[in-house]
């Protein structure tokens, strides 16, 4: 069983930087694939970003490419979302899961959650 921590988010003005963090215990971190979702009021939960095992493959949403980046530290059993220029339309909750034995990176399936962070963006 693996528990999953998101300890950052915040209020953060438009264009400048935020970065998310996720912490991994439990379980063997690099054995599981690590992404980040979102959900805004009044819609459903969509994919952010996606990153493999060993970090070499990854995954985003068209409306975040260019602008954020996945990143995973094994060592650390820590994953991070880099938000270079978040926009007001980026706030919402984000959630932090892992993919238990993923072979390739998928944007569902995942199989634990962490308890999510709010993110608000303003103009």
């Known amino acids: 069983q693996v528990q999953l921590v998101e300890p950052g988010g915040g209020l953060v003005q438009a264009g400048g930087p935020l970065r998310l963090s996720c912490a991994a215990s439990?379980?063997?971190?690099?054995?599981?694939?690590m992404g980040w979702f979102r959900q805004a009021p009044g819609t459903g939960r969509e994919l952010v970003a996606a990153?493999?095992?060993?970090?070499?493959?990854?995954l985003y949403a068209e409306s975040v490419k260019g602008r954020f980046t996945i990143s995973r530290d094994n060592a650390k059993s820590t994953v991070y979302l880099q938000m270079k220029s978040p926009k007001p339309e980026d706030t919402a909750a984000y959630y932090c899961?892992?993919?238990?034995?993923?072979?390739?990176?998928?944007?569902?399936?995942?199989?634990?959650w962490g308890q999510g962070t709010q993110v608000t963006v303003s103009s």
């Open positions: 439990g379980g063997a971190f690099s054995t599981h694939a």
């Open positions: 899961a892992a993919d238990q034995g993923a072979v390739v990176v998928r944007r569902k399936g995942y199989d634990y």
């Open positions: 990153i493999g095992l060993s970090g070499g493959s990854t």
